[in-house]
């Protein structure tokens, strides 16, 4: 778990000599802001220093061979360095905290959850269609990342202030993808995901039914037969109404509408105003999502159904073969 003397000896020579001779060509890390390790990592050191920074973590990571990650806290001042166990999952063993950073090993210079990059990121209610925005093949923010990017716009907590979607170049280069995982966060939490299987699929295609490997909603997703089809461009009515990322039961009627999640996104939906608890539109998009494990409703005659909620923020991340 901890070092002993010598450790922490060795630990501060290194430090004091990185710094002198410079650590750019050394082990990269992309640190990733509000980012906290809780599980399925074992410990290599932890240390508390006044002004505890990005660098001095990153250098105790560095001088183990086995560490490919660390998490710091300027505020508490806590580094605390680690190796990932076989069945780290970043999703999981990574949770979403503003006082902490979490350094991941690798020369990409994207956002990370270890293995899985960031590719989109949609926020909610801001005016601006996700799936239009998606599409866009003029819209790169990334490879770099544009100078007058807003940060709030790539983080995953404390993203208040975000006032636009984030779209990785990566989209129109859909190729050596395994797995897409699309992730809704409410309140600084990731709510609900679905993982797909994205091999041979390209930036639309992998949005479907048959390539669900797992979900919050498993199996019962991944086995319904009554579903309108799973994809992402979803439905749109007299250029005013738009149902995109499309999880739900074949239409009935708007008050007892059942569904995994869909994003509204148009101001306005033909069953808002008479049939559902969730009115209002007049900003979009609106990511719905079921917070139980299976479906719910937001008409107002939901029957046995829990009510739907809205996400803060849409997301998608890629893994690559
Ligand atoms: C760094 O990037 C290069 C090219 O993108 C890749 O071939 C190499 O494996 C990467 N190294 C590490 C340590 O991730
Ligand atoms: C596509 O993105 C570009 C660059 O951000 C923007 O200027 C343009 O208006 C967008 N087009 C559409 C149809 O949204």
Redesign the pocket.
Known sequence: MSVGRSGTCLLLVSVALGLASGVTDQ?KFVKEPGQKIVSNADQLVSFSKPAMSNILCAASCRIHSDCSLYHFSPVTNICATFKERSSFDPFTDVVFDKDWTTGY????SSVRRGSWVLVFRGQSRIGVPVYDTWVNTSKHDDGPLLGDFPYACLRLTDYKQCNRHFRSHIVDKWVNIQEARFSLVKADTEVAYIVFDATGSDKISWFSQNRILHSTWSPALDTANDLQPVNMKGNCYKNSICRRFQIYQKYKYCKSEAFYTFTVDMAGDSCSESSWVLRDFSTFPVFLYSPGTGRCSIGTDRGSYILGDEADVMSVWVKFV
């Open positions: 082990a090993l690798s020369n990409a």
